[in-house]
Nanobody
Framework: QVQLVESGGGLVQAGDSLRLSCAAS????????ITWFRQAPEKEREFVAG????????ELAGTVKGRFTISRDNNKRTVYLQMNSLKPEDTAVYYC?????????????????WGQGTQVTVSS
């Protein structure tokens, strides 16, 4: 079992950068894949990026590929989402989720553990 807390969100201008953190507590963090999702008001929860248990494999949504990077530090029990060249359409609450299977899924239903979310707002 793992508990997740997101941080690093805020209000930025278009073109700016932001780094989100997903900090984990509980045992066997290194066994979990960690995936970032986002949800804008009145919209579906959307896959953003994921990283497998070892960090050897990552996935990015086409809308953020080339701008966002996901990484993990298992010693710090933290996964990071570096967001560059932010656009107004990136505005959403960003959530991280953990799957004990250790592989990345783009389906929210695959995840048992979720953080509370952190708000990212990008103004034009």
């Amino acid at each position: 079992q793992v508990q997740l807390v997101e941080s690093g969100g805020g209000l930025v201008q278009a073109g700016d950068s932001l780094r989100l953190s997903c900090a984990a507590s509980g045992r066997t963090f290194s066994d979990y894949s960690i995936t970032w999702f986002r949800q804008a008001p009145e919209k579906e929860r959307e896959f953003v990026a994921g990283i497998n248990r070892s960090g050897s494999s990552t996935e990015l949504a086409g809308t953020v590929k080339g701008r966002f990077t996901i990484s993990r530090d298992n010693n710090k029990r933290t996964v990071y989402l570096q967001m560059n060249s932010l656009k107004p359409e990136d505005t959403a609450v960003y959530y991280c989720a953990a799957d004990a299977l250790g592989v990345v899924s783009r389906r929210p239903r695959a995840y048992d553990s979720w953080g509370q979310g952190t708000q990212v707002t990008v103004s034009s």
